[in-house]
């Protein structure tokens, strides 16, 4: 069965960090491109960073840009993002994507792009 699965979120100060992790099971990472995404309550659900497992490109929305860090450990088939500086407009419900064949991808923050999603994890940033 293909899952992925995130975790590392919480309540956090404004100007603290949190590490996200999604472990995926049912496949392997050799591949992939691998995004998160988050959503506000009554907002769109956006891109926030991707990174591809074949060669680490990644990819960054403008608002985290200088504060989020999004890392793969293949060996482990697990993605991170290392959330820092964070802010009360990053309260969201955070997701991980993934989609096989990272160099196809066009838009790696659109998430009509992705086929697998994780069920989600709730990050809210205190002020």
């Known amino acids: 069965e293909v899952q992925l699965v995130e975790s590392g979120g919480g309540l956090v100060q404004a100007g603290g960090s949190l590490r996200l992790s999604c472990a995926a099971s049912g496949f392997t990472f050799d591949d992939y491109a691998i995004g998160w995404f988050r959503q506000a309550p009554g907002k769109e659900r956006e891109g926030v960073s991707c990174i591809s497992s074949s060669d680490g490109s990644t990819y960054y929305a403008d608002s985290v840009k200088g504060r989020f860090t999004i890392s793969s450990d293949n060996a482990k088939n697990t993605v991170y993002l290392q959330m820092n500086s964070l802010k009360p407009e990053d309260t969201a419900v955070y997701y991980c994507?993934?989609?096989?064949?990272?160099?196809?991808?066009?838009?790696?923050?659109?998430?009509?792009?992705?086929?697998?999603w994780g069920q989600g994890t709730q990050v809210t940033v205190s002020s």
């Open positions: 994507a993934a989609v096989e064949g990272s160099s196809t991808v066009v838009a790696p923050l659109g998430e009509y792009e992705y086929d697998r």
